[in-house]
Nanobody, 126 residues
Framework: VQLQASGGGLVQAGGSLRLSCAAS????????MGWFRQAPGKEREFVAV????????YYSDSVKGRFTISRDNYGNTVYLQMNSLKPEDTAIYYC????????????????????WGQGTLVTVSS
């Protein structure tokens, strides 16, 4: 599967952005989808993951209550709605996908993901 992330940009603190990730291939609904991010000078970190049908989600503590992951299996797209953005949310955001037999908690590890998008830059100004 190929992943194409979009929607990044510059926003003021407290603002919102919605990231999109379009996936190629006919089996999108069989993939667990997620988002990771990497801030300048920092290691890549888990942000959110969603199950095949969208009924289960899991978030990092740093974004819980502010970000919402969702998916459209008909449109082969996963979204990340980001509200109440903070300067520390500034990072390159990567869309990821996998079909492995992992629990949703195990999917917080980047090692579980076989497919990665190219990343989209989010910059939050103070």
């Amino acid at each position: 599967v190929q992943l194409q992330a979009s929607g990044g940009g510059l926003v003021q603190a407290g603002g919102s952005l919605r990231l999109s990730c379009a996936a190629s291939g006919p089996t999108f609904s069989t993939y667990r989808m997620g988002w990771f991010r990497q801030a300048p000078g920092k290691e890549r970190e888990f942000v959110a993951v969603i199950s095949w049908g969208g009924s289960s989600t899991y978030y990092s503590d740093s974004v819980k209550g502010r970000f919402t992951i969702s998916r459209d299996n008909y449109g082969n797209t996963v979204y990340l709605q980001m509200n109440s953005l903070k300067p520390e949310d500034t990072a390159i955001y990567y869309c990821v996908a996998d079909t492995g037999p992992w629990t949703i908690v195990e999917l917080t590890s980047e090692r579980r993901y076989k497919y990665w998008g190219q990343g989209t830059l989010v910059t939050v100004s103070s």
